[in-house]
Nanobody, 115 residues
Framework: QVQLVESGGGSVQPGGSLRLSCAASGSTFMLNGMGWYRQAPGKQRELVADIIITSGITNYAESVKDRFTISRDNARVYLQMNSLKPEDTAVYYC??????????WGQGTQVTVSS
C-alpha cells in the first residue's frame, strides 16, 4: 500500500506561481508512475502531468505545456505551476500508478487563481 499526501495549494493572482508537493510513503517500490490530476467544479478529473518513475519520461496536458513542470525526487513528486490562469482553478490530486494498473490518490489540494 502507498499513501500520498499533497501540499502547496492556495490562492494566487493570474500570472502567479505555485508549487505543489506530493509525498509518497509505504510500498513505493510497487509504483510505475506518479502524476498530478485536477478536477474543477462540474468537470471530470483530468490529467495535468505525469512521470514514469523508472525512465523519468514526462507527459503533459496541452493546456499546461510550457507553464507547468513535473519533477520527482525519490518518493516526492512536485508540480511547479507558472503563469497561472483562472481556468487552472481546481482541486489538484496526486495520483500513483501501481505496476498492476491500480491507481491510488491523495486527498487533494485546492488551487484558486483569481484577481
Amino acid at each position: 500500500q502507498v499513501q500520498l499526501v499533497e501540499s502547496g495549494g492556495g490562492s494566487v493572482q493570474p500570472g502567479g506561481s505555485l508549487r505543489l508537493s506530493c509525498a509518497a510513503s509505504g510500498s513505493t517500490f510497487m509504483l510505475n508512475g506518479m502524476g498530478w490530476y485536477r478536477q474543477a467544479p462540474g468537470k471530470q478529473r483530468e490529467l495535468v502531468a505525469d512521470i514514469i518513475i523508472t525512465s523519468g519520461i514526462t507527459n503533459y496536458a496541452e493546456s499546461v505545456k510550457d507553464r507547468f513542470t513535473i519533477s520527482r525526487d525519490n518518493a516526492r513528486v512536485y508540480l511547479q505551476m507558472n503563469s497561472l490562469k483562472p481556468e487552472d482553478t481546481a482541486v489538484y490530486y496526486c495520483g500513483a500508478l501501481y505496476f498492476n494498473g491500480v491507481r491510488t490518490w491523495g486527498q487533494g489540494t485546492q488551487v484558486t487563481v483569481s484577481s
